[in-house]
């Protein structure tokens, strides 16, 4: 599919990759991992891993290969790291990711803003991107926690008064719907970064 203008992501066909590892909660598991490869035009393709472990923990990453291709070492920092947990939501049937932009710190290396009035996280990600999201049958934005103190999260009117924590939330049969959003909010920001994407390729 397109993302962007110069920017596609498709399932890798083939065998279900079997592999072990730690999970987001720091427990030792086995894992099944669904491959997404993400191709831009004259650059190395990239692969995002859906992990499905054994202990019932879910996330995304950004696959380190066995030889990582030659590229700016923000982008090369970010595989295997800064994964994307997804869990059950409150509904049954939903399951949610957090939608944590990433950034480039002084140093080059990739980190995750977690707390963002709506306002902020649509310039971050794209409104117009935010909105393609959330126009997917089932899937929705809202505030992480459910607190009375929190404004409403809407992207006709993104609030700009009081930061707080975004999740996507879609159902559990869309297992396109979270990797479209890691790649959109976890992995594009680098590319722009490095300029392997400019600003205007939307």
């Known amino acids: 599919m397109q993302l962007l203008n110069d920017l596609t992501l498709a399932r890798t066909s083939g065998n279900v990759i079997e592999k072990s590892g730690t999970t987001c909660s720091g427990e030792m598991s086995r894992s099944t991992a669904a491959s997404w ?15 499905h472990w054994m202990n019932g923990e879910r996330d995304l990453v950004l696959h380190k290969p ?17 994964r994307s947990g997804i869990c059950a939501s409150a509904r049954h049937g939903e399951l949610r990711i957090m939608v944590f932009p990433t950034y480039v710190d002084a140093h080059g290396r990739p980190r995750i803003k977690k ?15 935010l909105r393609e999201l959330t126009a997917r ?3 929705g934005l809202e505030a992480a926690f459910d ?15 009081k930061p707080l924590q975004h999740a996507l939330l879609f159902p559990a049969t869309d297992d396109e719907t ?10 594009v920001p680098v590319l722009r970064h490095i300029g392997w994407l400019s600003s205007d390729n939307d």
């Open 66 to 82: 066995t030889v990582v291709p030659e590229m700016p070492s923000a982008l090369s920092n970010l595989h295997n790291r800064l």
């Open 37 to 51: 490869e993400l191709r831009l035009p004259g650059q190395p393709s990239l692969t995002v891993h859906d992990n």
């Open 137 to 139: 049958e089932g899937v």
């Open 147 to 161: 607190r009375p103190d929190l404004p409403p999260v809407d992207l006709d009117d993104p609030q700009h008064e």
């Open 178 to 187: 979270p990797v479209i959003a890691f790649v959109r909010f976890r992995i």
């Open 115 to 129: 707390s963002l009035t709506t306002w902020d996280l649509a310039n971050a990600v794209g409104l117009h991107h």
